[in-house]
């Protein structure tokens, strides 16, 4: 089943961020947080391609994890219980939907949101098509990095220039994605999208055992933490 992920509809891995959105609510000790922890990671390795992106994703979750687990244990009386659950249920709340999220394809997606869930056309276009300028993100910033090292312009070991190095090409990242916009939406316009009537779709949205079996693991993985408060 590894690489199971990327086969599956892209709704079943909205409803896995969802679904440990809620089962979030449910890490109320230090036994459902690590019982919830240990299903989702055990449903990571069967199931993802690689672990170099749940890795990743992980990482950063922890980061506001102790951030929380600081403060809670900073100003809540110095109950180190208390503080790693906060800390935990953080990364139970952020981590699946980070790494589901990742193998989103926003084409598919946006063609299940409107097929399958009758999501008003045009606005599942704009949704789509942002998301793809989002995933284009990563790649215009090591572009405009390369371009500024080529005019001898680039990071240096002084902090405040390497402040000034990122505000500078940061700002430079969004004029580029408000171009990109504005020729999207131009394009669209000419295309008569605004005034379509009836609109037609890349692939047709449809639903397989793989995708039922994935809705039902989904729900399973939700459910983890709620039934483990409930038994303990």
């Known amino acids: 089943m590894t690489g199971a992920i990327l086969r599956v509809n892209p709704l079943v891995l909205l409803a896995v961020g969802l679904g440990s959105l809620l089962g979030s609510f449910a890490v109320r ?15 990571v390795v069967v199931t993802v391609p690689s672990w170099r992106y749940p890795l990743a994703c992980l990482a950063l979750c922890s980061i506001a994890a ?43 997606l946006g063609d299940h949101l409107a097929q399958s869930l009758r999501l008003p056309g045009r606005f ?8 793809q300028r989002f995933w284009t993100f990563v790649r215009e910033w090591h572009e ?30 969004l004029v580029q994605a408000l171009r990109g916009a504005s020729r999207t939406s131009v394009a669209m ?31 399973a993985l939700a459910l983890v933490a709620p039934v483990t408060l409930l038994l303990t």
Do not use: C, K, M
């Open 29 to 43: 000790d230090l036994t459902v947080a690590v019982v919830a922890l240990g299903a989702y990671a055990l449903a």
């Open 124 to 131: 599942v276009a704009a949704f789509s098509a942002s998301l």
């Open 144 to 173: 405009l990095e390369r371009s500024r090292r080529a005019r001898g312009v680039g990071p240096s070991r002084n902090p405040l220039a390497n402040g000034r190095y990122a505000a500078g090409a940061a700002f430079a990242l």
């Open 189 to 219: 316009d000419a295309r008569g999208f605004a005034d379509a009537q009836h609109r037609t779709w890349a692939e047709p949205a449809t639903w397989t055992r793989a995708d039922v079996l994935g809705l039902v693991v989904a729900t």
């Open 66 to 108: 102790l951030s929380l687990v600081w403060s809670t244990w900073r100003l809540g009386g110095h109950d180190e219980a208390e503080a790693l659950t906060a800390g935990l249920r953080i990364v139970v709340l952020a981590w699946p939907g980070s790494v589901a999220a990742g193998y989103i394809d926003p084409a598919r």
